[in-house]
């Protein structure tokens, strides 16, 4: 199965308009298209099917509780199958049958470990003030986030822990915050913010045959040897801020198998 891979649009300020890769046999959208959710139409009709994550500026200004069902309604009516806490098994054209394993993963602040998990969480406050949104009705704030994230970090281990048992023939996650700190953004590597980005979810990775993500304004393609032989490849495809240039080098159309 070919995929694309397209994140970090941020389309409520930034002027790009998406177009289906040739060969891709689906579209992977790894969050943050447009804060105001307007610019999920232009992926309704698309000539595949679509698949996506929400990223943390899809609940900005939002009550979480509200935002959610909200847009999974959105995106059923536009044609778009939308993954929080949730999987999908789409066939290839050759019949191969992949697991898609789906969630926002917010950061729990534990990517350098408990020693410096208050300084990241004092470095995450930023979500507060940029994304102003509420979770149950209280501030979502860098500890709710935590919470949050500790909730998919476990149900990301559950559903990998599940046995195949003929059911599917690989497994590809998505998520939009980083599962490693090798995806971090090389502009500020392992400062206390970029727990804000990334997880430690390395134990995971090796469970999967494919790991898709945004939130990082980069590019990453990196392979992590599993235990038992083989690799888990970790791609991200976002797009990023122009007057940052960080679409610089980004394309659109680059085309991620599933199958080696």
Not at 59 to 85: N, Q, S, V
Not at 110 to 121: E, I, N, T, Y
Not at 188 to 199: I, K, P
Request: net charge negative; charged share 25%.
């Amino acid at each position: 199965m070919r995929l694309q891979l397209l994140s970090d649009l941020h389309l409520e300020s930034e002027r790009f308009e998406p177009q289906p890769a040739p060969g891709a046999e689906l579209l992977v959208l790894a969050g943050d298209l447009d804060s105001r959710w307007q610019s999920l139409q232009r992926f309704a009709g698309w000539p595949v099917p679509v698949i996506f994550v929400a990223g943390n500026h899809e609940f900005d200004r939002r009550e979480l509780t509200e935002a959610l069902p909200a847009l999974r309604a959105e995106c059923a009516a536009l044609g778009i199958t939308l993954l929080e806490r949730d999987t999908a098994i789409l066939c290839d054209a050759q019949g191969r049958r992949v697991r898609f394993v789906g969630t926002v993963r917010w950061c729990d602040f534990d990517l350098f470990g408990p020693a410096r998990r208050d300084v990241s969480l004092r470095a995450g406050s930023y979500f507060q003030r940029v994304m102003q949104a509420t979770i149950h009705g209280q501030p979502f704030d860098a500890p709710a986030v935590r919470q949050e994230a500790l909730a998919c970090r476990d149900w990301l281990a559950r559903t990998l822990a599940e046995p195949s048992e003929g059911r599917w023939d690989a497994t590809v996650v998505v998520t939009h915050f980083a599962p490693s700190l090798r995806s971090a953004d090389p502009r500020y590597g392992q400062q206390n913010g970029t727990a804000s980005f990334c997880n430690a979810d390395d134990d995971l990775i090796v469970q999967t045959e494919l790991w898709l993500h945004g939130h990082l304004h980069c590019r990453h393609d990196y392979t992590v040897a599993r235990p038992g032989g083989g690799v888990s490849r970790v791609v991200c495809q976002a797009r990023g801020l122009a007057k940052r240039n960080e679409p610089e080098g980004f394309d659109p159309f680059k085309l991620i198998s599933v199958f080696g």
